[in-house]
């Protein structure tokens, strides 16, 4: 790996690795200042919303578990609204920051789900990938996620 690359993620996981503790009552404090009620809830579950619409209009909501790639799952806030949605599903969560991984919910770490921080660690054949509020944290000049994608994503989704 480049250095310049290496040192990047380093910096962004020192970055993120400070916020893990607090993560979630900082997003929903944040958002409640602009919106009112359970703003994080509700964009969570909009979300649900489109991800059902998309798996149902793709024939993805079989019966063989649908297998789905949460990179840049933080702590695992939205991995555990896709745990509480969907029946037949295996989530594998990947973040550069080790200490929002370990924040990441234990209910949801069941099965064949797993959470890591290591890239080495993830599958090669993801029905869907998602990238939720993660590329604004990206350098432009790296090409770095979308070829992590194409290598994760099963050959059918490529």
């Known amino acids: 790996m480049e250095s310049g690359v290496r040192s990047q993620e380093s910096g962004q996981e020192q970055e993120f690795d400070s916020f893990a503790e607090n993560y979630s009552s900082e997003v929903d404090n944040e958002l409640s200042a602009v919106l009112k009620g359970n703003p994080h809830e509700y964009f969570n579950q909009y979300k649900i919303f489109y991800l059902r619409k998309i798996f149902n209009s793709q024939q993805k909501l079989t019966s063989n578990p649908l297998k789905i790639l949460d990179y840049g799952c933080g702590v695992g ?8 949605a969907f029946n037949n599903i295996i989530i594998h969560g990947f973040d550069v920051s080790s200490k929002s991984i370990d924040q990441v919910p234990e209910e949801i770490r ?6 890591t921080s290591n890239l080495a660690e993830l599958d090669s054949d993801y029905d869907i990938a998602l ?3 993660v590329l604004h944290h990206v350098v432009p000049e790296s090409e770095r996620p979308g070829k992590i994608f194409i290598s994760v994503l099963s050959p059918a989704e490529n």
Do not use: A, E, V
């Not at 806030?77 to 509480?84: A, H, N, P, R």
């Open 77 to 84: 806030l939205f991995s555990k609204t896709i745990y509480d």
């Open 110 to 115: 069941t099965g064949r789900n797993f959470f």
């Open 131 to 133: 990238l939720i509020t």
